[in-house]
């Protein structure tokens, strides 16, 4: 049975108007536009940044990567304190986190402070991620609509990609780089003011609501989650610098050990803690599926990024065209990627088995037909457009139902907890695709003509294809089907396992009131 803490959130969500719940949506979604729309803007911003900040490749380079490495290593502890403390706060703190540091930024002209900043940033956004996803899933406690929610959420995601290098290019080429920081900013410190007031009280209510401030304390596991996020940022610090250091330096060998090391000093610490107590408590990677769903939410951003990696890169530096040009190509991706967000309901009919390896199997198509004909302008309808048109439908088909079918598989009060999860899993995945990619292709141009030859994108690609292969044979042999649209599991946590008093539920009912 539910705790009658956790029925009165559910009650709460079912409540709330249409209208309501809409304009909740929209405001989380507009937070995830920005999170991503922060990083993918730069793209366009990168050559101005340099020249007016004088920054070499390498330094440019940290730009993306402090805030990528922030926003990955502190996932974890977010989500934690969305689902033991309040994740309204958590919310409103992140949007207005990235909202001031973006303001910042627009007035910085040093290199130093600026990535000092981005690095801020990307604590901020990793605040939004699993607070949103948290509110979300109370906000629409239905399955069919939580579906649907979960995937315009991620929708958006994809749109910014896109839409970030499109309006980046026109900011940096109609006013200038500083606008790109800025537009963040009139955008995020409006939505985190709107939020104060349109986020219900109730919505806050946690499982441990009424627990003293020192058992929530207990329940953040901070040395565990501490562990864990001085991990991330050794192995995110480590992939990023071999790339620019070369993979046999000291900066790459040394972090790269001792964040092993650290993991599985991880594991083993979550195995001595209570359950209730612990950042990831054991359990939750045997609950029905959850870890081949991992294991395939390493893909999406990845196949993304490397797509928009490799083409921003050919046909600016090679084909001589301008950023506008090459941002408008992009298009067909945020497109079908924003249009087959739309079919989250499609998993409360047909399996998520058969929706993830339709989306797998599109990828892989689109991916061929880029590996193939990706090479001269004139192929970019017969072969670069059906690319990123197949591709793009089957990354989002993949990032949409294994995020649904993953916040499925465990209990509702981990919603933060797995929403750190599931994003940490996409940088990671991204993190680690984009570095393998970047090596394939510099050692294959080094015998094949050199970057002005497509040999090596294509070879990138042809790795990326195998990557995809290998998620579809995974879900072909570990997917388990037999909890398919079946209520999520339940666990007892420390609350549940004593009973209310009149009292409290009267102090609840007031609150929600």
């Not at 629409?140 to 979960?150: G, V």
């Not at 964040?259 to 001595?272: C, D, H, K, P, Q």
């Amino acid at each position: 049975m539910l705790p009658l803490l956790t029925l009165s959130v559910v009650d709460d969500g079912k409540r709330l108007a249409l209208t309501r719940k809409l304009v909740l949506l929209v405001m989380f979604c507009l937070a995830q536009f920005l999170d991503a729309f922060s990083i993918s803007a730069l793209f366009s911003a990168i050559p101005s940044l340099e020249l007016s900040m004088n920054m070499t490749a390498s330094q440019s380079t940290w730009m993306f990567s402090a805030s990528q490495l922030t926003f990955a290593s502190f996932l974890l502890i977010s989500g934690r304190i969305s689902d033991v403390y309040n994740p309204k706060t958590v919310f409103i703190g992140g949007v207005s986190g990235l909202g001031v540091t973006s303001l910042c930024a627009g007035f910085v002209d040093d290199k130093i402070p600026i990535i000092i900043l981005r690095a801020l940033a990307g604590i901020a956004s990793s605040m939004t991620v699993p607070s949103a996803l948290t509110l979300l899933v109370k906000v629409f406690p239905d399955p069919l609509e939580q579906a649907r929610a979960i995937g315009l959420f991620g929708g958006c995601g994809a749109v910014a990609n896109i839409g970030g290098l499109l309006i980046g290019a026109m900011l940096v080429e109609w006013v200038s780089f500083h606008w790109v920081f800025w537009f963040v900013a009139c955008m995020a410190l409006p939505v985190a003011l709107a939020c104060v007031y349109i986020i219900p009280s109730q919505l806050a209510v946690t499982v441990d609501t009424f627990e003293p401030g020192e058992a929530k304390w207990k329940s953040l596991d901070v040395v565990g989650v501490s562990i864990l996020t001085v991990a991330v940022i050794l192995f995110i610090f480590s992939v990023t610098s071999g790339s620019i250091d070369g993979w046999a330096s000291p900066s790459v060998i040394i972090p790269l050990i001792i964040s092993t090391l650290m993991v599985v000093g991880f594991f083993y610490w979550e195995t001595f803690i209570p359950v209730d107590k612990a950042a990831i408590p054991p359990r939750t990677w045997f609950y029905n599926n959850f870890s081949v769903l991992f294991t395939i939410s390493l893909l999406p951003i990845f196949w993304w990024n490397a797509v928009l990696i490799i083409f921003t890169t050919l046909w600016q530096n090679i084909f001589h065209w301008s950023v506008i040009l090459s941002a408008v190509h992009m298009l067909p991706i945020a497109f079908f990627a924003f249009v087959a967000s739309f079919t989250g309901s499609l998993s409360r009919i047909f399996s998520p088995k058969w929706i993830i390896l339709t989306g797998l199997s599109l990828s892989m198509a689109g991916t061929i037909l880029l590996a193939v004909g990706g090479g001269r302008p004139e192929n970019y309808w017969p072969y670069v457009f059906p690319g990123f048109a197949l591709g793009s439908v089957g990354a989002m088909l993949t990032y949409t139902h294994t995020n649904i079918a993953i916040f499925q598989a465990v209990p509702s009060s981990m919603a933060g907890t797995v929403g750190a999860i599931f994003n940490g899993a996409l940088s990671f995945g991204s993190a680690i695709g984009l570095a393998a990619i970047s090596s394939i292709e510099t050692s294959v141009e080094v015998t094949h003509g050199g970057s002005h030859e497509y040999a090596g994108r294509a070879a990138a690609f042809w790795f990326l294809f195998g990557i995809v292969a290998l998620e579809a044979i995974s879900v072909s042999i570990f997917y388990d089907r037999s909890t398919d649209h079946k209520p999520q599991p339940q666990h007892r946590s420390s609350l549940s396992d004593t009973t209310l008093t009149s009292a409290n539920v009267m102090t609840m009912t007031t609150v929600n009131q």
